[in-house]
């Protein structure tokens, strides 16, 4: 790349994002990010790389905006001048989708289009070219037409967010084809780490087990355990979607580790690390289950393997250790088997709990 890096990202403050920042910025790029005002601090996942933007080593620099306001992103867009831009921002929780649909269209499915569409104006006026990523998900596939999913596999939603997802990447898809842009869709499938949010179930499990190891909660309520993902960890799948703009060309790519386990064997393995028995301890809660649910996701990474040259450098095992691991650290437990992960040294934080999801 012979121009300036400056890469912008909305979802900066989510997990995805904050491993992408620091990816962006080991490689000597500019890193502008989007963030929404909100009556706490919500840069938790990102204060350790941030500068006061007056030193003049500063290469991380955040913007107020929301994918909702479309004015704001022209603004930033003219302002920060990016050549990259990593569409990451979303309400993410599939779950919360079913309650909270239309916030959850605009921000995930028009957000989209709102950014393509200043993207197209900004090129028009200024003739820089801009790379985009929009971060796609392996729920657009939902019910099962085929496994494992590949990037010819149909898409078949089963909630407000994936449908939202699947119009964001059709729309991706057009604006590439009718107006010649550089946009890729990333089909990610799970992915997860010690800052991967509370809710999700991974992270909800290993953090229920440092609180249970540490004697501060009893119990806990899961919904429907038998349906299966392909977890991967986060930090090899941002290398993926900045892999995907490098490209002499766009292109839409799975990402996935091509392995798939339930629920119920992601339980045996958190809890088996601090040697309790799941069942000892998970009830069920039927408030936890989906109006329709995913049963099965196992993607085929073929061709980001062959195209991108990526591979996921962490097997399920470790991605559960590291997670369990970071959990225990932040409650300041040792963890107990004495076998320590050197795969990824990273910070957890563990919130009070956080009542229904
Ligand atoms: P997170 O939920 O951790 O982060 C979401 C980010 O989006 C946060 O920074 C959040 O801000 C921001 N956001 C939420 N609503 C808006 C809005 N209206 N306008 C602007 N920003 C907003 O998600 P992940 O990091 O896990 O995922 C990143 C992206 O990848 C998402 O689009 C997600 O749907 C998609 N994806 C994720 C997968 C995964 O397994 N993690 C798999 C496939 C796709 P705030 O911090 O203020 O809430
Ligand atoms: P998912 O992730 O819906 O796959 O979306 P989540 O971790 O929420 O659920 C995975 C599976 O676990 C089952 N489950 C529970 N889920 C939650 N959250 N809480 C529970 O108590 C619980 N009990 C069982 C769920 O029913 C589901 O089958 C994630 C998000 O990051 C999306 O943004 C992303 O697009 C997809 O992964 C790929």
């Known amino acids: 790349m012979t121009q300036r890096k400056c890469a912008l990202i909305t979802g900066i403050t989510g997990q995805d994002g904050s491993y992408l920042s620091e990816l962006l910025l080991e490689k000597g790029y500019e890193v502008h990010g989007i963030i929404r005002r909100t009556s706490t601090f919500n840069t938790d996942r990102i204060d350790h790389i941030y500068e006061d933007p007056h030193k003049e080593t500063a290469k991380l620099f955040l913007h107020y905006g929301d994918l909702t306001d479309g004015t704001t992103l022209r603004r930033i867009l003219e302002e920060v001048k990016p050549v990259e831009i990593y569409n990451l921002g979303a309400q993410s929780h599939v779950r919360v989708s079913f309650d909270a649909p239309e916030y959850t269209v605009d921000s995930v499915g028009m ?40 990037e010819t596999t149909p898409f078949y939603p089963r909630s407000p967010y994936a449908c939202a997802k699947v119009y964001g990447h059709w729309q991706t898809v057009n604006y590439r084809e009718s107006y010649g842009m550089f946009a890729c ?120 393997k062959e195209k991108l040259g990526w591979e996921p ?41 956080v009542g229904s999801l």
């Open 111 to 150: 957000g989209t289009l709102r950014l393509l569409e200043a993207i197209r104006d900004y090129r028009h006026r200024t003739g820089i070219e801009v790379r985009f990523y929009q971060a796609g998900s392996s729920e657009m596939f939902g019910k099962v037409q085929e496994v494992p999913q590949k």
């Open 185 to 304: 869709n990333g089909i990610l499938f799970n992915h997860e780490s010690p800052r991967r949010g509370e809710t999700f179930v991974t992270r909800k499990i290993t953090r229920a087990v440092a609180r249970i190891v540490a004697g501060q909660q009893k119990k806990l309520f899961m919904g429907n355990l038998d349906s299966k993902r392909d977890w991967g960890y986060a930090k090899d799948y941002v290398r993926a979607m900045w892999l995907m703009l490098q490209q002499e060309t766009p292109d839409d790519y799975v990402v996935a580790t091509g392995e798939t386990y339930s629920v119920r064997e992601f339980l045996d393995l958190a809890f088996g690390y601090v040697n309790l028995d799941w069942q000892d301890y998970v009830e069920f809660d039927e408030r936890y289950l989906r109006p329709a649910e995913v049963e099965l996701l196992i993607g085929d990474p073929a061709k980001a």
């Open 313 to 353: 450098s962490v097997t399920f095992e470790q991605l559960v250790q590291i997670m369990v691991e970071a959990d225990l650290k932040a409650l300041g437990l040792i963890p107990l088997n004495g076998n320590i992960s050197n795969a990824a040294p990273d910070h957890a934080t563990i919130r009070p709990s």
